[in-house]
């Protein structure tokens, strides 16, 4: 990973994240950054914990097939609605599909070679399966009226851009691990 450049969003950018979610208008402005904060900090954790678990390693292929999951590479540009698709973790199949055009025109646009840019975006998906699996959703946590009328609100409904944020701080935050352990300086040992 030497040279690594990072095309995931960093934490400066998890509010604006936040801006293109369905929901946003419904969110009060005094609980944006709080609940941005509390996904991008979900997924650091959940970060450091796999990070210790499979040794530090980056082969994101190998920790999805470990936990029982199954990759399904389609060689195509997914396209649709206007919207580039890299990969979809399916919880009830237990699949996560890699669309390798789309991941091939990623890796060119952001200098990356096609197996570290497989890897980030299934570390990505890596973290929905997490959510489904033991960390809880970080879409869930907060929840606003799905519909208001006057003082009656009816249903509820979380912030799918939640668990985004909290996805693109599990890559993040694991990479970045890696690249610390990767580039000690003068000797000095990182501690994790």
């Known amino acids: 990973m030497a040279d690594f450049i990072f095309p995931f969003p960093g934490r400066e950018l998890a509010e604006q994240e936040l801006s293109y979610d369905?929901?946003?208008r419904k969110i009060p402005e005094e609980d944006r950054g709080v609940i941005v904060e509390r996904a991008w900090q979900k997924g650091c954790r959940a970060a450091r914990e796999v990070y210790e678990k499979?040794?530090?390693?980056?082969?994101?292929?190998?920790i999805i097939e470990d936990s029982g999951l199954t990759i399904i590479e389609k060689d195509v540009d997914y396209?649709?609605?206007?919207?580039?698709?890299?990969?979809?973790?399916?919880s009830g199949q237990k699949t996560v599909t890699l669309y390798l055009g789309s991941v091939q025109m990623w890796a060119d646009s952001n200098s990356l070679d096609l197996m570290t840019a497989e890897n980030l975006i299934l570390s990505h998906e890596y973290f929905h399966y997490l959510e489904m699996n033991g960390i809880g959703q970080a879409s869930k946590e907060y929840q606003v009226s799905m519909i208001k009328l006057g003082p009656l609100k009816i249903g509820r409904t979380g912030i799918h851009a939640l668990s985004?944020?909290?996805?693109?701080?599990?890559?993040r935050s694991y990479y970045e691990l890696a690249k610390r352990k990767e580039e000690p300086k003068n000797g000095e040992h990182i501690e994790l």
């Open 164 to 171: 985004e944020i909290g996805a693109h701080a599990f890559a």
């Open 22 to 24: 369905l929901c946003y």
């Open 79 to 90: 396209v649709t609605g206007g919207r580039r698709y890299f990969s979809d973790y399916i």
């Open 54 to 62: 499979y040794g530090g390693s980056t082969d994101f292929k190998k």
